[in-house]
């Protein structure tokens, strides 16, 4: 074990690297939040809205109820809350400071994988400017990418250091390691791959030499992942969220992640046309561009295989850049399917990284290429800087990106544009929009509801009433609005209308759907009830408890609550339902 070389701390280089990310950065302190996924985990989240209490607390480690487990990130938003108020910029500055922070560990980690100076400060460079980081670091919901690179960085860097120090895995380094693992997995469940990093570093630049033992040695990082691994599954499968095959194929979802490792290198050469969605293609993807891909992937795989020994850090980045994807492949689907996201390159170009200027760079230096490169640097930084102007708001993002996704792909795009006018009062504007969206996806039930709610707004009730009753027609994975609009009907006294709707919630299959089924059971109750058909609202009724309904005492304070808001105080006829289904066996 040799002795470690000290050496001057390079305040000059980690100075250069944070101005970087300021100059790009520094402008998001005056943006706004965006209206996706920082309204359902940010500014509109009950749980954040109280600030610092006992409940937040219980709220930060409950199980979601949608995404994945991610109390570390949730703790940094109450954090943020209770500092700054529920205020957009502090957020933006701290998401900043964080990816200054992850480009300084990305230097160090440089250092400390052997490379010289020079390279390990350009590879901060590069990661600090590359503009497909934008989308991690200046949208605000997307923090847990950024604290789950910067524990799993530290990880890494504790693992390195316990090798250097003690020659084996022993120790606070050690200890510290698996707990940093630990932190990254609580923010953000991606970097489960770093065991399997950890044995890729153990033949370079480590040269420990092969054995089981390197995989034994490595049993607490084992356990954590099986245990996070294991949890983001079972949330889904509570959620209801994983998309099976028979939605999403096995040979689409292989064909999407050949695609989708294509596009992340061509993105990661020339960061142009970016945007935030990425849609599978409504035809799918050709079978050219499948081929091209598989190609391309091959090819460098057995070039990384013939140069193993003679350019081992190529074999290494190649493998870390293939394995830290794969749980974002689209391998296993959750939620919406995408042909890919930007900010999922802000984990696996450090794979790129080593290729680059472990690999390839060291033969061709030069002073042209040196130059060549800051070149190509400076450039990223002019692109990084003109995508992070897109993310002010919700409309210069959006106006953005419909310039990038092709049209017939874009009705998502369109949706969540008039849902921004229709936040700012622009009906018209916001019309136009939801229109365009629901002529390029007729049968998409979100947009559906969001334009009959739009006519409503603007007086026009047949129009609303006709999309509403379209709604049945559909299938959907948001039951809500089925009881808000049967409940609408309801308190207007239209119980056949209303019954439509119940009848829906009390027929849907999905288990997480349980409540919205119960819902449905009583209130379809209530609707025959004030029909004065009593014998069928006692039958919903029995079929409500028949189903495992909520005891009685209990479902009637319930009930009583809801029906004593404002629009249900003159249903005497429904409380006198209410007052029957208490009494029944």
């Known amino acids: 074990m040799s002795s470690p070389v000290h050496r001057p701390f390079p305040v000059p280089s980690i100075f250069l690297i944070l101005l970087a990310v300021g100059l790009i950065y520094g402008q998001t302190a005056g943006f706004e939040f965006v209206n996706w996924d920082d309204n359902l985990f940010v500014y509109l989240e009950p749980g954040l809205q109280q600030g610092w209490t006992?409940?937040?607390?219980?709220?930060?480690?409950?199980?979601?109820?949608?995404?994945?487990?991610?109390?570390?990130?949730?703790?940094?938003?109450?954090?943020?809350?209770t500092l700054f108020d529920l205020t957009p910029g502090p957020m933006h500055v701290v998401n900043t400071l964080l990816h200054g922070a992850n480009s300084v560990l990305v230097f160090f980690l440089?250092?400390?994988?052997?490379?010289?100076?020079?390279?390990?400060?350009?590879?901060?460079?590069?990661?600090?400017v590359h503009p497909q980081h934008v989308e991690a670091v200046v949208w605000i919901a997307e923090r847990k990418e950024l604290l789950s690179m910067f524990f799993g960085m530290l990880s890494l860097l504790a693992y390195l250091t316990a090798l250097r120090l003690h020659g084996r895995l022993h120790g606070d380094y050690f200890l510290a390691s698996v707990f940093c693992l630990l932190l990254s997995l609580l923010a953000k469940p991606l970097w489960v791959t770093l065991p399997f990093i950890l044995l890729l570093l153990d033949q370079w630049p480590l040269q420990r030499p092969w054995s089981w033992r390197l995989v034994g040695e490595k049993w607490p990082y084992w356990l954590v992942i099986l245990l996070f691994a294991s949890l983001t599954i079972v949330v889904y499968l509570l959620q209801d969220n994983l998309t099976s095959l028979q939605e999403v194929s096995l040979a689409n979802r292989f064909n999407n992640a050949l695609v989708a490792y294509g596009l992340f290198i061509w993105k990661?050469?020339?960061?142009?046309?970016?945007?935030?969605?990425?849609p599978v293609p409504s035809a799918g993807h050709g079978d050219a561009l499948i081929l091209l891909s598989a190609f391309f992937l091959l090819a460098v795989s057995l070039l990384a295989w013939g140069w193993r020994s003679s350019r081992p850090a190529l074999a290494v980045g190649w493998l870390w850049f293939l394995g830290s994807l794969v749980p974002v492949s689209g391998l296993v689907n959750a939620g919406q399917v995408?042909?890919?996201?930007?900010?999922?390159?802000?984990?696996?170009?450090?794979?790129?990284?080593?290729i680059l200027f472990a690999a390839l760079l060291p033969s061709l230096l030069s002073s042209t290429v040196k130059a060549g490169f800051v070149?190509?640097?400076?450039?990223?930084?002019?692109?990084?800087?003109?995508?992070?102007?897109?993310?002010?708001?919700s409309e210069t993002l959006w106006k953005a990106t419909l310039k990038v996704v092709p049209q017939e792909d874009a009705a998502p795009i369109h949706l969540l544009l008039g849902l921004h006018y229709q936040d700012q009062g622009k009906v018209p504007e916001a019309l136009e929009q939801v229109r365009e969206s629901n002529r390029l996806n007729p049968k998409d039930f979100s947009t559906i509801l969001v334009l009959a709610n739009l006519y409503e707004q603007q007086g026009q009730q047949p129009l609303a009433e006709d999309l509403y009753m379209q709604l049945l027609s559909l299938p959907?994975?948001?039951?809500?609005?089925?009881?808000?609009?049967?409940?609408?009907?309801?308190?207007?006294?239209?119980?056949a209308k209303a019954r439509k709707f119940f009848q829906k919630l009390a027929t849907l299959q999905r288990p997480s759907w349980y409540t919205y089924q119960q819902d449905g059971r009583l209130f379809l109750g209530l609707t025959w009830w004030m029909e004065g058909d009593e014998k069928q609202a006692l039958v919903?009724?029995?079929?409500?408890?028949?189903?495992?309904?909520?005891?009685?005492?209990?479902?009637?304070?319930?009930?009583?609550?809801?029906?004593?808001?404002?629009?249900?105080?003159?249903?005497a006829a429904a409380k006198e339902g209410l007052k029957q289904l208490c009494k029944a066996p």
């Not at 937040?56 to 990130?73: G, Q, T």
């Not at 990661?268 to 990425?278: D, I, K, Q, R, T």
Request: net charge positive.
């Open 54 to 81: 006992a409940d937040s607390w219980r709220w930060i480690f409950a199980m979601p109820e949608r995404a994945f487990f991610s109390p570390l990130s949730r703790l940094s938003y109450l954090i943020d809350i």
């Open 268 to 278: 990661s050469l020339f960061p142009l046309a970016l945007a935030p969605y990425y």
């Open 375 to 393: 070149g190509v640097l400076l450039v990223f930084a002019a692109l990084a800087w003109q995508q992070t102007t897109y993310w002010q708001n």
């Open 338 to 354: 995408v042909a890919m996201t930007d900010r999922w390159s802000y984990f696996s170009h450090l794979g790129l990284l080593l």
């Open 476 to 495: 959907t994975e948001i039951p809500q609005p089925l009881l808000t609009i049967g409940m609408n009907w309801l308190k207007r006294g239209e119980t």
């Open 110 to 128: 440089m250092l400390r994988l052997r490379l010289p100076h020079e390279h390990s400060l350009l590879a901060a460079f590069l990661f600090a």
């Open 540 to 571: 919903q009724w029995r079929d409500y408890l028949t189903n495992g309904g909520t005891p009685i005492p209990k479902h009637c304070q319930i009930a009583e609550k809801v029906l004593q808001k404002e629009e249900f105080r003159q249903l």
